[in-house]
DNA sequence: ACTTGTCACGCAACCGGTTGCACGTCAAGC
DNA sequence: GCTTGACGTGCAACCGGTTGCGTGACAAGT
């Protein structure tokens, strides 16, 4: 009638094994407590008239659901898939279960969703949360809950340090032979933006390098696109993308002006989203998001287990991933920089 | 102590509002039976405490969890997340939450799954399942579950049909004056896959083109671009490839050799999961996969409001999407097919 | 033989809601 | 004035497990 996928209660397994109910819970929770014998003829009892728990009512009474939730702004951004998959991968190694929720990018919606999942989750990840820190902290007094890629102090939380990886485009680039680059940005609110602007300049800025900053507002294929005209009127010989679609949009608009890759001109994305998939396959940088999954799921279980916050910061490097659409300067044109 | 949000329940705000349990718990759910005075101060007061219902009791006792669950071969697969993110959107519409679960391509995996939502979830969403037939069906005997891309008798589904727009793009390639196309194909289990190789046979043969199939086996960019060997030496002109990832190593392939695109060759993909975010854009088939995240949604819950199977078969025809790897193969040589 | 301790198990309360039924009140109908 | 019915509310059982505590059986210790 109600659609239960069977009827069967521990009642009835007791009624069969002819033993009392509290023991059926316990040769399913604690084993131990029971002689082997007992335990085995409730076994073989529950699966002759194949009883299942009643994961519902378990979790009334212990207040354990085995269940997390995890919270990103937009599962159709190809950044967040991955690390999707490693936390639900690892959740599911653990025996729980997982929630998904998708803010839209919607601070409003994302408070909704953590309401609607309170009580039916033990613990939340928040991915690249567009709330205010006060919000977050007054989340995080409910329960336990861990940050991804949004670093506020206390709360534990695992960062994807793109910075490191830019550093090693940037110095990749210079010894190459390049001497004037440009940073193709993304959106200025964006944390990532942030970091990786500042890991262009300064390493471009010891190694000698000019930087000339374009902004191309959103990150998208459209925006990196229409900013060629800029980047090019910079005279610069190479470009670092804010992400790989921008960079992408590059590409594009270096091809519609018949300008080579990498011949003549050398690209960089970041987050390395788009694999090896295009072509000239994308010289980027790694995104580890997978990790990142993975590791706050196993932060989010300690806390579950230990019952106490840790201040865990969690940094993860990353890396360039050289492919084909960066070479030598001089090398592709045997001359030093045009004036 | 058990980190659940508030340690309120029923009881205090019956207390607090001077009525019973019941009272409170009709405030909430038949506020009709309850005069309106009464409603007001047991609202008020549950405001004023912070009280807030407990899903998992009320799950207990009614049955009922608001929750249902999606299951995906691969979240990582670019073609699933609009799809999910539709289907999360019209769960949330209805005040539903959705578990999500990932069974990286494994039926096992797949079965796991399922018997671990059973329980609290009231239906489940299965997409592009790689269950048997007789697996589905005895799941299907213990909760509403819907299907996607999988067409199975007496079992609601929505199916993507791409073969319509496959059919279109063998017509457009026909009309710009190709003679002979060759079909990249996938995975041979896939029934994707087969529904386009047919269609695209059935329209060559109706518009008197001719066609070979090379093999991609795997769906893949690799498996595309170790294919164009192939490919070429049928000496057809154009090629219609699986999905969008075979016709981007379709394109890198082409590349390799020095065959331009659209000039030489015309290429067109399926699924449209690139979107228009490489270069060149690439001719494709829409897939529609939100349409039938958010189609198959709803049909869940009318089953879950009218209790009742239909067999309902929603097919969701799609349309070839032109953008720039096809071309007209007389326009770009101004003479016949090549002997 | 009698205390003491251990072990296996049952009893019953509890988790936080929902719901069938009974009860009391009050107005309308005769 | 007494029945009738509608209405608003409370009582208590119930959903399906978990768990603290008590009890009886049996072995070991003195």
Redesign the pocket.
Known sequence: MTG?ST?????DVAKAA?????????A???PD???P???QRIMDAAKRLG????H???A????RHGNVALIVPDVANPFFPPLIRAAQREAERRDFCVFLGNTDEDPKQESKLLGRFAGQVEGVVLVSSRLSDAQIRSHVSQRPLVLINRDVEGIPRVLIDSGSGVSEAVAHLAELGHKKIVYVSGPVTSWSNKQRKAAVQAVAARLGLTVETVAASVASYDAGRNAVGRILATRATAAVAFDDLTAQGVLAGLADRGVAVPADFSVVGCDDVLGAATYPPLTTVSNRSEEAGTVALSLLMDMLKSRVVQDARHVLETHLVVRNTTVGYKAAHGKAEPG
Chains 1, 2 share one sequence.
């Open positions: 239960r009827g069967l209660t521990i009642s002819g033993v009392a109910r509290s023991s059926v819970s316990r399913f929770t604690r407590m029971l002689s014998e007992t335990v009883y299942v728990p009643n519902t009512a378990r009334l009474s212990t207040g």
